[in-house]
């Protein structure tokens, strides 16, 4: 399965016969709707009906995309992914201490997806810059200690407590980061969009990507992207897919850390704005050729050999699944019906 990225101003995107026919220019491209996942629009293109109709009956999801890798829209289908039940259990999450064990979990695992990245950047560096490392790693242990000994009260009495903890890991984390990427590429910490460094600008719309593709598998998955725990509820926020994108953040600063390392990205991949930088089309490029890649290795994830991209569906599916066995289980030990 492939996906198709529009990335240049004034490409043109039309159906033939059950292929999709891209023109850029007086160049043309077809590929069939059977082997295509995901239209990516992130630029000035003109798409026809007939394509996003083509897009809708084979289920591909077209994401039109911002400067900065932030969706500002999508192309479904109107089905909903699964059964309501799952969304009518998940609404009581917020209020159940099973909600807030589920926060500590997707929280535990990206502190411990920071730490693995940061022992893995260890191997061939200086003394200096390992015992930076080192000396981290251990401070963001002591949140992920405290983060285990949480009560698992409803979130509402704990949120703060949580944010605290995971908000001081990330600040040491970034901090570290900025340190031991090669000189010229040093930053201090995060910043967002606009980002101030060229890390964070490409950080940021790798972010982005993930974003789409963590609300496209709620949806497959039945889940209401809408309906979260952690993060509060506000118009229009799809707050469990904030809750949930904390899981594979790890993975996409793996990639973008990679590509500054070996000195790929260049100062011409960025757009000079007011208050900092965007990623232009040189740098979405490669950021996304990297992303595709490395999303098409398959990893040992628990207990099973799945490529990285399918990683995000199998847990949705998986948290689907445990919101109905679990909530259910409860509700019947409370006497619920």
Known sequence: MMKIILNTVGA??????DRFQVKVNDEKSEYSCKKVEQILVSTSVLITTDALQLAVENNIDVVFLQYNGQPFGRVWHSKLGSISTIRRKQLKLIDMPLGTKF?????????????L???KLESNRSDEKIK???????????????????????????RN???????????????????????KYAFGGRSKNPAEDMFNCMLNYAYGILYSNVEKACIIAGLDPYIGIMHTDNYNKTALVFDLIELYRGYMD??????????????EMFDQVEGGLWLNKEGKVLLIGAVNEKFA???KYKGRNIELGNIIQYDCHSIANKILEEVESTDVSMGCI
């Open 12 to 17: 043109y995107l039309s159906k033939k016969d």
């Open 103 to 115: 926060v500590k979990e997707w929280i535990t695992e990206k502190i411990n997806n920071q730490i």
């Open 117 to 119: 990245h940061l022992k």
């Open 132 to 158: 930076i490392l080192e000396d981290s790693i251990e401070k963001i242990k002591l949140q992920l200690d405290n983060i285990s000994k949480v009560k698992e009260v409803p979130i509402k009495n704990v």
């Open 161 to 183: 407590t949580i944010e605290g903890y995971e908000g001081t890991a990330g600040r040491i984390y970034f901090s570290t980061l900025g340190k031991v990427i090669p000189e």
């Open 254 to 267: 793996e990639i973008v850390f990679k590509l500054f390392s070996k000195r790929q990205v260049k100062i």
């Open 297 to 299: 290795d398959k990893i």
